[in-house]
């Protein structure tokens, strides 16, 4: 399970508190949170430090989501080296 807590948002942007997985069944869900705030032209903070599973569906999400405009914070060493990996620098 993935749960998806927006923690704060303004004008500008908006950081979502990611806790759980990030498996094919939940990849969708997060890249549509996501593209929803983008075409609001907003950035995206996304704080990692409650994932503990990703999976290959979840590697490819997050690497397909632009760089310039959505971040990874806090995620866990695991996470990042997936990511490194997957594509996304």
Known sequence: MLKITKIQESGRDVLL????K????WAALLDGECRAYLRQHK???LDCSQVDYLDGRGIEVLNALPQSDV?????????TELLH???RS
Do not use: D, R
């Not at 508190?17 to 759980?20: A, C, D, P, Y």
């Not at 990030?22 to 069944?25: D, G, K, V």
């Not at 971040?71 to 996470?79: E, G, I, N, R």
């Open 43 to 45: 950035a995206v903070f």
């Open 71 to 79: 971040t990874l914070m806090s995620a866990p060493a695991l996470m």
């Open 85 to 87: 990996i997957g594509g």
């Open 17 to 20: 508190k990611l806790e759980g």
């Open 22 to 25: 990030i498996t094919e069944q």
